[in-house]
């Protein structure tokens, strides 16, 4: 019943979550806004607005930072979501630019319970996997302005075995 009662209300705890993000001033330096971090970290929304931090020469969103801000996420949701048994890493990215940027972007990200019960069943026969990520960051038409593809390496974690002293 306490720990009912001191749990924050849902909408103040995403906002906590999202702010947290702007703790790492290299995150805070993209320009962009987390909106939506699910309590389970199964989805996340963000936006990119045109502003002078955000602009490039010719007025559009400078595509440093489109990528930038697209990319800790999926890293991110697969480390909280698998937990600490596994190891998650970035290893390379790709991004197309279809559109300029003239107005906010938005991007959804979302890893569902399958998509994580085909990872574990991967690592059960192999000792890696790379898995494979496309975001789309549209404007408010819906037009695709930029797409992401990120290859995100999963590892389970070697048990650690006491040294000897």
């Known amino acids: 019943m306490i720990a009912r009662a001191m749990r924050l ?3 103040i705890s995403n906002k906590l979550r999202c702010w ?3 703790a790492f ?3 805070r330096g993209t320009g962009g806004r987390l909106k939506y971090i699910a309590q389970d970290w199964s989805e996340v929304q963000l936006e990119l ?3 002078w931090r955000t602009r490039n020469y010719v007025g559009t969103i400078f595509g440093g930072s489109i990528y930038s801000a697209v ?4 890293m991110l ?6 937990g600490p048994e596994f190891i998650v890493w970035d290893k390379a990215a790709k991004i197309e630019f279809q559109k300029p940027g003239r107005e906010t972007l938005h991007a959804r990200f979302a890893i569902g319970d399958q998509e994580l019960a085909a990872i574990r069943s991967a690592l059960a026969l192999q000792r890696s996997v790379d898995r494979a990520y496309v975001i789309e960051l549209v404007d408010g038409s819906g037009t695709v ?3 992401v593809e990120k290859l ?3 590892k389970r974690r070697e048990p650690q075995t006491p040294q000897p002293n």
Do not use: G, V, W
């Open 9 to 11: 209300p849902a909408t």
């Open 20 to 22: 947290s993000f702007y």
């Open 25 to 27: 001033p290299c995150y």
């Open 49 to 51: 607005p045109l502003s």
């Open 71 to 74: 990319d800790p996420i999926y």
């Open 77 to 82: 949701m697969l480390i909280h979501r698998l």
């Open 145 to 147: 302005c930029a797409r």
């Open 152 to 154: 995100i390496y999963i």
